[in-house]
């Protein structure tokens, strides 16, 4: 028999989701009234027509060019070479971001601090390491990472360097704070035992938490990787020589074969990174 004392509080639960969902309705309506959303412009202008020629493109990708390009190298080859410069911006990115990312996240985290009340002028000084590396995080992460591309590509030009940047800047603020939080929710009894029996701070925090942390640590680090490889297929529209910039020009002329065999290559690259992504937390948690 179901406790009466439970059924208000179910009611309530019941009545609070039925109130979030009307909510989140009513907002999504009103939104598609500001920005004059009309379903009908999708049937008009033989927009059915091209979406189903580019769908039916996916059935039978590319394997040269459409049109022939004189001088140009083999169409599959320079199609993985599209994916290798991807795939290097990407890694290139991540591997400032990473550093950076753990740097910022041990600063804003509170977990390896030692007991303050005996050193009022070092939690005065890490008080305010604290403060200054969430304001960075934030600081960092606020702006997409496609705008960043824009303002360093305006600020030194078209080049590597400015791919590689835009791609550090906001992963170093997104990692750090998801590293920080993720440290901070794992159970602190092994860190306070190696305190206890007179273990420093750091070392405990180094030996009795990170250790448990780093499983999910490495699967996040896994997936901003991921994140990292569309980011920079994205930066090939603003002209950043990545895989992105042989979509643009495909399916500016319209040869959807081609864009298809592109994106089954960006797939396939993710697919990778997953796939080592779950080998190297299998290999940790054995």
């Not at 991540?94 to 985290?109: D, T």
Request: net charge positive; aromatic share 12%.
């Amino acid at each position: 028999m179901a406790n009466p004392s439970s059924t208000p509080s179910r009611q309530r639960f019941i009545g609070s989701r039925r109130a979030t969902l009307l909510g989140i309705t009513l907002a999504t309506l009103f939104c598609a009234w500001l920005l004059d959303l009309n379903p009908q412009r999708l049937l008009t202008g033989g927009s059915l027509e091209l979406a189903g020629e580019f769908l039916s493109a996916a059935f039978s990708p590319a394997l040269d060019y459409e049109q022939p390009v004189p001088g140009a190298p083999p169409f599959l080859l320079a199609a993985l070479g599209s994916v290798l410069s991807t795939l290097r911006f990407a890694l290139l990115g991540m591997s400032v971001a990473v550093p950076c990312g753990a740097l910022l996240s041990f600063f804003s985290s509170t977990a390896w601090w030692p007991d303050l009340s005996r050193h009022r002028l070092l939690g005065i000084v890490l008080r305010g390491l604290y403060f200054g590396s969430r304001t960075t995080m934030a600081l960092a992460r606020s702006v997409h990472e496609l705008i960043w591309g824009l303002l360093f590509i305006t600020a030194i030009g078209m080049s590597s360097e400015a791919a590689v940047i835009a791609v550090a800047i906001p992963y170093s603020g997104i990692l750090a704070k998801i590293y920080s939080e993720m440290i901070g929710e794992h159970a602190r009894d092994a860190q306070d035992a190696l305190r206890a029996i007179g273990a420093g701070s750091i070392a405990a925090f180094a030996i009795g938490l990170v250790p448990r942390a780093l499983p999910d640590l490495v699967s996040y680090t896994f997936y901003r990787l991921e994140c990292a490889v569309r980011t920079a297929a994205v930066f090939g529209f603003i002209g950043i020589q990545t895989i992105g910039h042989r979509i643009k020009l495909a399916s500016d002329e319209f040869h959807y074969h081609e864009v298809w065999t592109y994106l089954y290559l960006l797939f396939g690259t993710v697919a990778l990174i997953e796939w080592w992504g779950a080998a190297v937390r299998r290999h940790l948690k054995d």
